[in-house]
């Protein structure tokens, strides 16, 4: 099997290549642009691997993409590519529609006319796996029953939108089209080699720095965490098995409201750094500026998932949090070097509208921490 991998070199593409490549005999090419978020490194174990290449490109870029479907001739895709961060969507929301909407879009195009070229087995066989978020289907109360697969969308932040603006495509180049599509929503992520603008990785790298950790409003909002090798596992299940045309929600009944979150990574500090001289390291949380918009709970049932395709993750939050901060102690030095990349600085007040994520890397808005916790 030949799978093309789109957003291969960042936080969730990385894990799903590591996994293909060391438990299946498939051949990999990853189409990735290098972005500020993308981290190479993590597939060095794979570089030797001849069943894996690395094209740096751009999923907007329709001839690249003709040109890499007529010499690869995949039998799947694993659409991953995105813009990722809500923030970044907040103050420079251009390169999201660029990326996630009109990337997705030439993907299509070209995954679509590779396919009509294909035999009759090899197009029954052929798959277009979109990874989508929970995000799409808006906020929840506190009170709600979890989103399933046919909660209606309500997209909220431009991140959001343009993943739902992207989910629509899928679907409708597979109602028209008839092109085999799958698409899966998950959760938050957690795990190594996530870009350390996303809350566990920030959080850990002020905390080790002795730094104020950001905790935006009080705290109280709720994400429902799923490892990232879960979901690396789930995308895997969902390609081989998935029924065509069928959405899947992914997330392992995790729910935690940030602040317990951020409490308990600083609890995994101070029993894994003993000699710190920032323990207790909850005493660095700060309330700070809540982001515009921001989603009240996110929440995933997974009943689908388990039940057609038998999918369980493999570790529960404890356990994949502690592995999360050991990993992230042990890679100090690239947290450290990743700080050239992004300050840490405050994402997402939405200050003046920037040209792109490039433009939104190097910083906007407040460091000010507004309130202590008590
Ligand atoms: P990431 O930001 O870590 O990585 C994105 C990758 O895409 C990077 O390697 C980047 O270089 C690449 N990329 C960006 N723009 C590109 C372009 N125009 N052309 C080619 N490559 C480009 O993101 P992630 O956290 O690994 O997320 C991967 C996918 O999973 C995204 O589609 C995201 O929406 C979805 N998702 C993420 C989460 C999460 O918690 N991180 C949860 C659910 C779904
Ligand atoms: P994030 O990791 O940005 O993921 P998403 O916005 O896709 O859920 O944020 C997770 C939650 O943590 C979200 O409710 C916003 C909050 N958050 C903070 O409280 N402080 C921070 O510094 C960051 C980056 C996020």
Not at 81 to 95: M, T
Not at 246 to 274: F, S
Not at 294 to 323: F, K, Q
Request: aromatic share 8%.
């Amino acid at each position: 099997m030949r799978l093309l991998v789109t957003g291969g070199c960042g936080f969730i593409g990385s894990a799903v290549v590591r996994r293909v490549l060391r438990t299946t005999d498939w051949s990999v090419v990853v189409l990735d642009k290098l972005t500020y978020a993308a981290e190479p490194r993590a597939l060095e174990e794979t570089a030797a691997d001849p069943r894996y290449r690395l094209v740096v490109g751009d999923v907007t870029d329709a001839e690249l993409l003709a040109r890499l479907f007529a010499e690869y001739r995949p039998d799947a895709v694993l659409h991953l590519a995105a813009e990722s961060h809500v923030d970044r969507s907040i103050d420079g929301p251009e390169a999201f529609l660029s990326t996630n909407v009109v990337g997705t879009f030439r993907l299509l195009e070209a995954a679509l006319a590779h396919w009509r070229m294909l035999s009759e087995p090899e197009r029954s066989r052929f798959r277009f796996h979109h990874v989508s978020t929970d995000e799409v289907f808006g906020a929840l109360a506190p009170e709600d029953a979890p989103f399933r697969e046919t909660s209606p969308y309500d997209p909220r932040s431009p991140y959001a939108a343009s993943k739902a603006a992207a989910d629509h495509l899928v679907r409708a180049w597979w109602h028209t089209y008839g092109l085999p599509v799958l698409i899966s929503n998950a959760s938050n992520n957690y795990g190594p080699w996530q870009f350390p603008e996303k809350l566990i990785p920030l959080a850990l790298t002020k905390a080790l720095a002795g730094e104020p950790i950001p905790v935006y409003g009080r705290g109280e909002q709720v994400r429902d965490w799923l490892h990232v090798d879960d979901h690396a596992a789930a995308l895997l299940a969902i390609l081989g098995r998935g029924r065509v045309g069928r959405t899947y929600l992914v997330g392992a009944r995790a729910e935690r409201t940030n602040l317990d979150l951020v409490r308990t990574l600083c609890a995994i500090l101070d029993e894994l750094v003993p000699n710190s001289p920032h323990r207790p390291h909850a005493r660095l949380i700060r309330f700070v500026a809540d982001r515009p918009g921001h989603d009240r709970r996110y929440a995933i049932d997974p009943a689908r998932l388990e039940v057609e395709l038998g999918w369980r993750p493999a570790r529960s939050l404890e356990e994949g949090l502690r592995a999360t901060v050991a990993w992230y102690l042990a890679h100090r030095d690239w947290l450290a070097e990743m700080r050239a990349r992004y300050d840490g600085r405050r994402l997402g007040l939405g200050g003046a509208p920037t040209a792109g994520a490039e433009a939104a890397a190097a910083g906007t808005g407040r460091t000010e921490p507004e309130g202590t916790e008590r």
